[in-house]
């Protein structure tokens, strides 16, 4: 693949472009930020001396969390079986740390501390602390002295424990890592003297699950291994591994019983790569393979001090005066596993938070906070402006009052009050404007969210039992406004199951999927069984080339197919409509076996035995079956291809490998003479091996860039692979342009479908009745072809029972077998013409490339006897040599591997989990840009893009690397061909574009002195690229590009200065939210770093499942998380918190104007008693139960329209716009409220006008309307847990006024609430006359705005602007709309189809969709594109229920319709086509 991407980097390193031109392109481009304003370097600055005075006196002085001074000469640590005092720490000057770990974020010491300051960072509880705190002063508060401040301690207590509980969480699941099992050398006798009886008691309860950890005597010795735990671990302790036993803590290898002191180590969990790595026992520790020579080699390790730099290591050992570096290879890190070795024993060198692994963890997270909160503060403050201006507002009233009226009142006389007192009493009386309980109610909608998410089967796994699980619930409304995805890759989009799925040879390609038929065959899909017929056939390949075979007999078993030909069971995931080989391996076989002599025949033959002889994999025998152990999954795959095509490896050792020939007895011995080991810096691996026939065979695998120059017809390779890639850039040319036409959305994407809309404005001047059209041409407003990974006609072939060839010839009719028609390719001449060859195969290799699969080249030769001879003198004194022993072995390995001939190639899939790539194509369709963060090689992660789809095949990839040069001549670079390509496709879209990095370059970026101004460059570039995809790249170099990125301001830059109505308008964008997504323990840091952490129940165990913010069992269900849970959650936590403040702004408005009636001096309107329940009993149902169960839009149009997210990213839910016409409308409904009541009601009283009965007849209206509106009139979907909230409220509310009748006692009080109820302004109609007066006031008017409202916007209207209002066509089209004269698809269309605006389906209201939700046809078609990539998910359908549903759909589609009928479908959508 890497011969044919695209990258700037590989053609031209550095550039000769000053930084002046290149800074000039960005700001034509319009990709860099202005400069920063005065004003944002004083807040840095302040924000800089902040955290100086919080680093130096909380960190530092009182929780003593100081950084440490680096050691003089690195840690000292001696080589002892055990140590009677612990090692010191010379930078600390006591103990080494102990080997615990923690991932909470608080502490019994720092938990309340913390706590605290977060809850009084909220700006609505520090509000209520600043009113709360003044009004416990005796005489200030007309509401009494603690009816603030003791709610508000209550409600911030629940929060605090609330937190604490879900920290005690994390800390049981810390004390589970750190209790695990580990076997260290003690000796006999000892008592660990930190054991108390606490750790023996969880020693014993995990020694019932591990049997791991036990204590073993060793014969002769006076030690022993001593069972203990994790956190007892030492610095200096001997410890002993098992096979598969996760390593504790960082160690030194002195003992492997691998071949040559050697251990294999998996780092998966470390830095997600799936090779094995090869550590070895270093020469100096060689007599260390006894405990008696641990007790005897006193060696001395001096060691560098802790880093998380996880690509090097640096120390050196001495042992008797000898010293030797320690490097990488000798060293194994914490979260290692052990394969493929049976034991090996290590001396602990770092433990606890100073290991490689936790170094690279984020190791104290800080609590996250919802970004919607950040607009809740906003609004928070203008209604502190709001509460100043009436308590402003209403004392001057007063002052105006006390001089017109006060003073000339007798019985006012000397009973004025200051006039401090009487704003500090209206600013405590209107304060509960911000609602006390906006956080309280708030948590408890998100405990009803999360309840929702946790019980959703949609995103139940039944596979692994595996249910979503919401661990963090403040932050939920995050999941609705998500920019960016940061993905890992092993574990979380792949499966790490490589598969061995094509091969080129000779110029032809070959598809392998036995193990598809054999899965196929396990869940009982195939048709029929297939008789076997075993014959033998000779496979001869004779040489007729020199770089051929031997002549060798070779007997084969083979069985026969079934011969009917059906198509290929597999798709690529990358480019699932890509056309497969007609001709699988099978069929090779076959051909193989009818021309044994064909020159094909020999060179596939010679291909196939490559794939078995060139890798290191060891063969096992288990229960009768051979198992392989091997160094990288790559390997095994090729291995077992090797089985299934007929050479099984039954035995290998450092010197020789056997091959069994399947289906026969026979077996053929190959010696290794010599294995040059695969490298980073190599990239291919070769072996040397002696046939049977005593000739020396080379054979070399890697990836075609290395390969391709040292073939032995190089140069007419390279002029091939030229001409292959140019014939490729041209077809991707014209792809890339008949891209560009095609329809895009608002954000540049492609479109989940296309829809033309026609407004039905014509009546039909027929007679109403049954509609005499056929029942064919009733027209179906969607019709989507369904995606599915095979069609349902298409049948499985018959199953092969074994994995060998399969034939059905008799072995006597074997001579003259006819070939059939499909081999009649393999007879053309160009089949051993190399020109022809290289083009093809290279061809094959980007088209493998292109489906995301990983693809090597093979090549070999023969050598002579002193050839190799020469050669092996040379490899011997690299293999000896002391000094640069590894460059030395490259080089000798380059000597040898020249002049090869092209054998083949192979494509090996990394086998995605299910649904990745229509997950990956979801998310992007909403607006979500995704990156995929790994410590895999570079080509390796390419593939897997291309696979899961985040590459397109026309994709623009950059490549940016370090090594090849200056990083910020490479960026300039890259800006120039956007440029080039955008000022010469001036119509056109932007084309797909991915930036692909290493740690390295990374790393790079942070030094200025050699890359210049790179690191401003690519963090002003990285927002106009679709993907990044990171590769090698460690678990904090992942965090702190999710930090970059989040901290990265992603607004677009606009010169043109704004109105102020503009503003209000077109708010401000909050900033695009961060997600990160893995599965295993070198992802922690990355969740932490993010808004929000999704953590996946894979294969590197449930370390991020339990620590991220929400768990899921496959990639595929984070789409369902975002876009159905993201934009519910979203759109429920927004409505809630307009509804919050528009009822407490609609409540408190009457009191207000009623100031006027009182002289400003205070009284309420309202009864206390109704107003101190108020918001718990009467308005709180109405915003928490729409908060939980509201849905605007059902789940499967959210998952078929993606689009629909951006929504939630343009801040839809909740902006100033939002905001202010709520408030609006509250004002506006208080002033209706108050004024019906206080006119209509006091003008015609009969029995009772008194301030109580006011007060109750607006304080009823208040909470009738309040119910209607949240729960009846502006909730969409309607349950009947909202209309049993509405009748619990309505009841309730007049269970209240009969409690209140009874329960004040008789007296003069200004409320004459005694009795009211029954006897004075219950009985009277006048109250009730005004009461229905003024609720079916504000209903009629709310229900004819929302009426009017949604008929614009389903004719196209309501986005007008006002200019459009002010020509005469549009209201010549409403008027010829109003008479009805319009021909079916006339009237207002431009309204549709002009301004560009509406024209996308993310710009569409939400009340149009929901009209079209109600159309059954329209809803079938969004079911069944919502279950693309998730079939098989969800509860099993009731087979009673599908052939009901089944009924009615044809009741439906045979039921005439009437004309009626149709003029009441006002959206007909004529046509949709799914964008591909």
């Known amino acids: 693949m890497s011969s044919f991407t695209t990258s700037t980097a590989e053609e031209g390193g550095t550039s000769d472009i000053s930084l002046e031109k290149g800074i000039n392109t960005f700001s034509k481009a319009g990709i860099l930020r202005k400069t920063s304003s005065s004003a944002t370097t004083v807040t840095r600055t302040i924000k800089a001396s902040t955290q100086q005075l919080y680093q130096r006196y909380i960190l530092e002085l009182i929780f003593q969390e100081k950084e440490l001074p680096p050691s003089k000469d690195g840690r000292h640590i001696p080589l002892r079986p055990h140590h009677d005092k612990p090692l010191i720490d010379e930078r600390r000057g006591s103990a080494y740390i102990p080997n615990t770990i923690r991932t909470s974020r608080y502490t019994v010491y720092d938990f309340l501390p913390k706590q605290l300051f977060f809850q009084f960072s909220r700006l609505a509880n520090f509000y209520f602390l600043c009113v709360g705190v003044p009004q416990t002063i005796p005489g200030v508060s007309t509401t009494g002295n603690f009816t603030t401040i003791l709610p508000l301690l209550f409600f911030v207590l629940l929060t605090v424990v609330k937190e604490g509980y879900d920290d005690w969480k994390r800390h049981r699941l810390d004390k589970v890592e750190n209790a695990r099992s580990a076997t260290v050398l003690r000796p006999i006798g000892h008592v660990d003297s930190r054991q108390d009886w606490r750790t023996g008691f969880a020693l014993r309860r995990t020694k019932e699950k591990d049997t791991v950890a036990v204590d073993e005597i060793i014969p002769g010795?006076?030690?022993?291994?001593?069972?203990?735990?994790?956190?007892?671990?030492?610095?200096?302790?001997?410890?002993?591994?098992?096979?598969?036993e996760d390593v504790p803590a960082d160690i030194v290898l002195l003992y492997a019983d691998g071949e040559n002191g050697m251990a294999y180590i998996e780092t998966m969990a470390l830095d997600g790569e799936t090779n094995l790595k090869n550590k070895q026992v270093s020469k100096a520790l060689q007599r260390c393979n006894t405990i008696q020579g641990i007790a005897n080699c006193q060696a001395e390790f001096v060691v560098e001090d802790p880093n998380p730099d996880l690509y090097r290591f640096d120390g050196r050992v001495t042992v008797d005066g000898e010293t030797l570096p320690l490097t990488l290879n000798e060293v194994v890190y914490r979260g290692c596993t052990l394969r493929n070795t049976t034991c090996a024993i290590g001396m602990v060198l770092n433990t606890g938070e100073e290991c490689k692994l936790r170094r690279n963890a984020d190791r104290h997270p800080k609590a996250k906070k919802p970004a919607m909160e950040k607009i809740a503060n906003k609004i928070v403050i203008s209604l502190v402006v709001v509460v100043i201006s009436l308590s402003v507002g209403c004392s001057m009233g007063y002052l105006i009052w006390k001089d017109a009226y006060e003073h000339k009142a007798w019985y006012l006389r000397d009973l004025g009050v200051e006039f401090q007192n009487i704003i500090i009493g209206f600013f405590i009386q209107f304060n509960n404007i911000i609602p006390l309980a906006l956080y309280v109610s708030l948590e408890i909608v998100k405990l009803g969210q999360m309840w929702m998410l946790n019980s959703d089967l949609e995103m139940y796994d039944k596979v692994s039992d595996t249910p979503a699980k919401c661990n963090t619930n403040t932050i939920l409304e995050n999941l609705g406004q998500i920019g960016y995805v940061f993905s890992d890759k092993t574990g979380t989009l792949t499966e790490n199951v490589m598969k061995f799925r094509k091969m080129s040879i000779a110029g032809t390609t070959w598809l392998h999927e036995m193990d598809i038929l054999k899965e196929q065959e396990e869940l009982g899909l195939t048709q029929t069984k297939t008789k076997e017929k075993e014959m033998k056939v000779m496979l001869e390949p004779t040489p007729e080339y020199d770089n051929s075979l031997t002549k060798t007999t070779t007997v084969v078993s083979i069985r026969s197919p079934n011969p009917r030909r059906s198509s290929s069971q597999w798709r690529s995931t990358g480019r699932p409509d890509h056309v497969q080989p007609e001709v699988t391996t099978e069929d090779l076989l076959q051909y193989i076996r009818l021309r044994p002599n064909a020159p094909f025949s020999r060179r596939a033959v010679q291909f196939i035995l490559a794939i078995a002889l060139c890798n290191t994999c060891l063969p096992e025998v288990r229960e009768g079956e051979i198992e392989f152990q091997a160094a990288s999954p790559d390997e095994l795959a090729l291995v077992k291809a090797a089985q299934d095509l007929g050479f099984l490896v039954v035995q290998r050792s450092s010197h020789a490998v056997t091959l069994r020939i399947d289906g026969t007895e026979m077996e053929r011995a190959y010696q290794i003479l010599d294995v040059i080991e695969f490298s980073s810096k190599r990239k291919r691996m070769s072996i040397i091996v002696r046939c049977p026939d005593d000739r020396i065979w080379l054979i070399t695998k890697g990836a075609d860039s290395v390969i391709l120059p040292r073939l032995r017809m190089a140069q007419l390779a390279k002029q091939k692979a030229n001409e292959v890639r140019k014939s490729l850039e041209a077809e991707h040319e014209m792809q890339r342009r008949s891209e560009a036409r095609e329809p895009r959305n608002s954000f540049g994407g492609r479109p989940s479908l296309t829809i033309r809309r026609s407004i039905n404005l014509a009546r039909q001047n027929s007679i109403a009745g049954p509609s005499k059209r056929p029942v064919n041409s009733r027209s179906k407003s969607f019709e989507v072809g369904r995606m599915s990974l095979s069609a349902p006609e298409d049948r499985l072939r018959p199953h092969i029972t074994v994995s060998t060839a399969s034939y059905d010839v008799p072995y006597e009719e074997a001579g003259m077998a006819s070939v059939p028609d499909r081999f009649a390719f393999l007879d053309d001449p160009s089949v051993c013409d190399e020109g022809a060859i290289f083009t093809r195969c290279f061809k094959h290799i980007d088209d493998f490339a292109t489906e995301g699969l990983r693809t090597l080249l093979f090549a070999g030769r023969f050598l002579s006897e002193s050839e190799y001879k020469t050669w092996k003198k040379l490899y011997h004194d690299a293999e000896t040599s002391l000094v640069d022993r590894q460059e030395r072995i490259e080089a000798a390995g380059e000597v040898v591997e020249q002049t090869l001939d092209l054998i083949g190639a192979t494509a090996i899939e990394d086998k995605l989990q299910k649904g990745v790539p229509e997950t990956i194509e979801r998310l992007r369709r909403a607006n979500i840009k995704i990156w995929m963060l790994t410590g895999d090689k570079r080509e390796t992660a390419i593939n897997i893009a291309h696979s899961a789809r985040l590459c397109h095949p026309t994709s623009d990839i950059y490549i940016l690397d370090a090594a090849k040069g200056n990083l910020e001549g490479q960026l300039i670079d890259i800006v120039d061909e956007l440029n080039i390509r955008a000022e010469t496709m001036h119509s056109a879209i932007p084309n797909h574009t991915v930036v692909v990095i290493d740690g390295n370059s990374l790393a790079a970026l942070d030094e200025p002195e050699t890359h210049g101004n790179a690191k401003e460059l690519f963090y002003s570039l990285i927002p106009t690229i679709d993907s990044?995809?990171?590769?090698?790249?460690?678990?904090?170099?992942?965090?702190?590009?999710?930090?970059?990125?989040?901290?990265?301001?992603?607004?677009?830059?606009?010169?043109?200065?704004?109105?102020?109505?503009?503003?209000?308008?077109?708010?401000?964008?909050?900033?695009?939210?961060?997600?990160?997504?893995?599965?295993?323990?070198?992802?922690?840091?990355?969740?932490?770093?993010?808004?929000?952490?999704?953590?996946?129940?894979?294969?590197?165990?449930?370390?991020?499942?339990?620590?991220?913010?929400?768990?899921?069992?496959?990639?595929?269900?984070?789409?369902?998380?975002?876009?159905?849970?993201?934009?519910?959650?979203?759109?429920?936590?927004?409505?809630?918190?307009?509804?919050?403040?528009?009822?407490?702004?609609?409540?408190?408005?009457?009191?207000?104007?009623?100031?006027?009636?009182?002289?400003?001096?205070?009284?309420?309107?309202?009864?206390?008693?109704?107003?101190?329940?108020?918001?718990?009993?009467?308005?709180?149902?109405?915003?928490?139960?729409?908060?939980?169960?509201?849905?605007?839009?059902?789940?499967?149009?959210?998952?078929?329209?993606?689009?629909?997210?951006?929504?939630?990213?343009?801040?839809?839910?909740?902006?100033?716009?939002?905001?202010?016409?709520?408030?609006?409308?509250?004002?506006?409904?208080?002033?209706?409220?108050?004024?019906?009541?206080?006119?209509?009601?006091?003008?015609?009283?009969?029995?009772?006008?008194?301030?109580?009965?006011?007060?109750?007849?607006?304080?009823?209206?208040?909470?009738?309307?309040?119910?209607?509106?949240?729960?009846?009139?502006?909730?969409?979907?309607?349950?009947?847990?909202?209309?049993?909230?509405?009748?619990?409220?309505?009841?309730?509310?007049?269970?209240?006024?009969?409690?209140?009748?009874?329960a004040y006692a008789p007296g003069v009080w200004p409320y004459a609430v005694r009795g009211g109820f029954f006897s004075s302004f219950g009985p009277d109609p006048a109250w009730w006359v005004a009461l229905f007066a003024a609720v079916g006031l504000l209903t009629a008017v709310e229900l004819g705005y929302k009426s009017i409202k949604r008929n614009m916007i389903i004719s196209g209207l309501w986005r007008l602007g006002w200019r459009k209002w002010m020509q005469w066509e549009t209201w010549k089209g409403l008027l010829a709309l109003g008479r009805g004269g319009a021909a079916r698809g006339a009237g207002p269309m431009w309204a549709w189809d002009e301004g560009g605006e509406g024209r996308n389906v993310e710009e569409w209201d939400v009340e149009l969709w929901q009209a079209l939700e109600r159309e059954q046809t329209v809803r079938d078609t969004l079911k069944g594109m919502s279950r693309v990539g998730h079939e098989g998910d969800g509860p099993e359908p009731d087979e009673e229920t599908f052939e009901e549903e089944v009924d009615k759909e044809k009741d439906r589609e045979e039921s005439p319709v009437t004309d009626c009928e149709r003029q009441e479908r006002s959206v007909v959508v004529e046509s949709v086509q799914t964008a591909k």
């Open 221 to 244: 010795s006076e030690y022993k291994w001593h069972a203990t735990q994790w956190k007892d671990l030492k610095v200096g302790d001997v410890i002993k591994l098992s096979r598969d």
């Open 1028 to 1302: 990044v995809i990171c590769c090698r790249a460690s678990p904090a170099q992942k965090a702190l590009l999710v930090t970059a990125i989040r901290n990265h301001s992603h607004q677009p830059i606009n010169t043109k200065k704004k109105s102020f109505f503009s503003y209000l308008v077109t708010p401000k964008r909050t900033q695009p939210l961060t997600l990160a997504i893995g599965d295993g323990a070198n992802d922690l840091a990355m969740l932490s770093a993010a808004h929000v952490g999704v953590g996946i129940s894979g294969r590197e165990g449930l370390q991020a499942a339990r620590v991220a913010d929400y768990a899921v069992a496959q990639f595929r269900f984070l789409s369902r998380l975002l876009l159905v849970h993201g934009r519910w959650n979203y759109a429920r936590t927004a409505k809630f918190i307009v509804a919050t403040f528009w009822k407490e702004m609609f409540f408190y408005l009457p009191t207000e104007l009623y100031q006027r009636y009182t002289g400003y001096t205070g009284t309420s309107l309202y009864e206390s008693w109704s107003l101190t329940v108020l918001n718990t009993l009467f308005t709180s149902l109405c915003v928490i139960v729409p908060g939980v169960w509201e849905q605007d839009l059902s789940a499967e149009t959210l998952m078929a329209v993606p689009e629909l997210y951006v929504w939630g990213q343009r801040d839809g839910g909740l902006n100033l716009r939002k905001y202010l016409g709520w408030v609006v409308a509250a004002v506006a409904q208080g002033v209706v409220v108050w004024w019906v009541c206080w006119g209509l009601y006091s003008g015609i009283a009969v029995k009772d006008n008194g301030l109580f009965a006011v007060g109750n007849l607006v304080f009823t209206v208040a909470i009738v309307w309040t119910n209607v509106k949240l729960l009846i009139i502006d909730t969409h979907h309607k349950t009947g847990i909202i209309l049993g909230a509405f009748g619990i409220t309505f009841a309730g509310w007049w269970v209240w006024q009969i409690f209140l009748a009874g």
